[in-house]
């Protein structure tokens, strides 16, 4: 089973030096099955976010329920495609976080759906691969899903 993965970001020039470690519990027969459940987390988050309201929006939505957009702030109330959006924000947030930024709740969430950062239970443990272009495979706005989910194996 496919247990450790090792995400980079960019291509080519641009590819990043450092990485995200992620390691899964249970492990996945194949990388594309273990990054789908990986997005399948991101979403999950990016769902609380896109719930989250500001106080404005919040307000014209309690007094307006048929207003398209906020009348203080201009933003949209009809929010069919902010998840996919905010699924590359939360992977961006991991990218630049640290333990403090994504919050407990953030760790709890991913630990309960099998998912931790680091080698979590040890190398030894299951196969490893890498994982390339993270950020495009994590971005959907045209629905691509599989085709661009770049990797190879580290260890088989
Ligand atoms: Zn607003």
Request: with cysteine; charged share 30%; net charge negative.
């Amino acid at each position: 089973m496919y247990r450790h993965f090792l995400l980079y970001q960019g291509y080519a020039e641009d590819q990043t030096l450092a990485c995200v470690l992620l390691s899964h519990e249970e492990g996945f027969k194949t990388p594309e099955e273990a990054m789908e459940s990986f997005y399948g987390f991101l979403r999950s988050r990016a769902e609380i976010l896109a719930s989250d309201w500001d106080p404005c929006c919040e307000q014209v939505r309690r007094e307006h329920p048929d207003a398209s957009y906020c009348m203080k702030c201009g933003f949209s109330l009809e929010r069919p495609d902010i998840v996919d959006e905010l699924v590359v924000t939360v992977w961006e947030n991991i990218w630049t976080g640290t333990i403090d930024s994504l919050g407990g709740k953030f760790w709890e969430a991913m630990q309960d759906v099998g998912w931790a950062f680091g080698e979590g239970i040890g190398w030894r443990f299951g196969k490893a691969a890498a994982i390339f272009r993270a950020d495009q495979y994590f971005d959907r706005p045209d629905g691509n899903t599989l085709e661009r989910l770049l990797w190879e194996d580290i260890r088989t």
